[in-house]
């Protein structure tokens, strides 16, 4: 089972990395990265190309602004737009004691 597990996460890096140019100049995301899929605000077991945006928008708002809709899907992996308002904040350095 992990085998297959590590087959999906490699395939999904291959595609995402495939796709990385195409996506910025396309969609309106701040990052992308390969993780588990959220559904119903839990994590699941699944594994999906993460797009990470300020705020999610409605259909319509897409359409007035000129973007497009990010896929549910890329080449058989699924997507996930997790909303990060503000942005993602470096971390301070924490020393261990």
């Not at 195409?22 to 309106?28: G, L, P, T, V």
Request: proline share 3%; hydrophobic share 35%.
């Amino acid at each position: 089972m992990a085998t297959k597990a590590n087959d999906t996460l490699e395939k999904a890096k291959k595609v995402l990395e495939k796709h990385r140019d195409k996506i910025r100049s396309k969609y309106s995301v701040k990052q992308m990265g390969v993780g588990y899929k959220i559904e119903g605000g839990k994590i699941t077991d699944k594994i999906a190309i993460i797009f990470y945006v300020d705020k999610k928008i409605s259909q319509d708002e897409l359409v007035s602004k000129g973007l497009t809709s990010i896929p549910k899907e890329i080449e058989g992996i699924p997507t996930d737009v997790v909303e990060i308002p503000g942005g993602f904040k470096l971390r301070k350095n924490v020393e261990n004691k």
